[in-house]
């Protein structure tokens, strides 16, 4: 496989160039998910089950393809539908959402085909703005190396009053995968300011990841490009292991290839509280 999100696209006026994908590896149609989560509190010298509680299997994503070509893609967790707009050269240039709110999102590339920049607005129905995100990306080597966030959003509770965030975003690579990630994001809000430092080390299997490259959402603040339940779709394979630098650990197994079952635990600990979340994902292609 190619470095990370650079592989053979559509061409135009045979000008072949490669360029960074912005489709998932394999045709992924339907993913579903079943969850449950455990509380526990320190009694004297053991872990006692405070809540828990099963979730029933639900669809959780819906993907819609022509061809070999994504053109939707339903989040029904969050009852959001998005729709997609290709350039010549068959890379996404503009995403839709549906979702109660007018949300839409414009990827530029730059002259070497890389995505450059993501400008992203939401307004109410009536056509107010109220979050503006500006997302500007650094290449070394055909992978990421940074992404520098600035972004608005109108404090709907307090009138006249706004939320603003400035960070940064670095990653480090080891054979086509994200080792670690770091950030540094300043948040204002109103007179209020705080300032959030964090890493993530990433471990990882051997296992193709068939979500790879699907590079048409981001979210700089959780550290990867398009969070799909925490498969991060900047690299090639499928993490085992992500340890952020506070306290939680998140564990990860397949089964099928491509996968067909991804189960995910995530554990929040400190000395009097624990928090376990399970994650039994199934992918249907």
Known sequence: MAAALVMAACTKDDDRKDYPSTQPDQKVTNVYETSSIKTEIFVGKEWKTQKQQTNARILKHEFFWEGNRLEGLDNHDRDFSYSFEYDDFGRIYRVICDGGRDFSRVLTYDDKGMLAHSEGTIKTGDAQLI?????????????????????????EVEEGKEITRKGTRTYTWEGGNVVKTSR??????????????????????????????????????????FDFEGIDCLSKNLPSHITPSKDRVYDFSYSGSPITNVKKTLVAETPVLRLSLDYDLDFEY
Not at 184 to 206: A, Q
């Open 131 to 155: 979050s503006r995100e500006s997302l500007d990306f650094t290449w070394e080597n055909g992978l990421l190396k940074t992404i520098e966030e600035d972004s608005w959003t109108k404090n």
């Open 184 to 225: 540094h994001i300043v948040t204002k809000d109103g007179d209020k300011e705080s300032v959030d430092d964090c890493e993530y080390d990433i471990e990882y299997t051997n296992i193709d990841n068939p979500l790879h490259g699907f590079i048409f959402l981001i979210h700089p603040y959780t550290g990867i490009i």
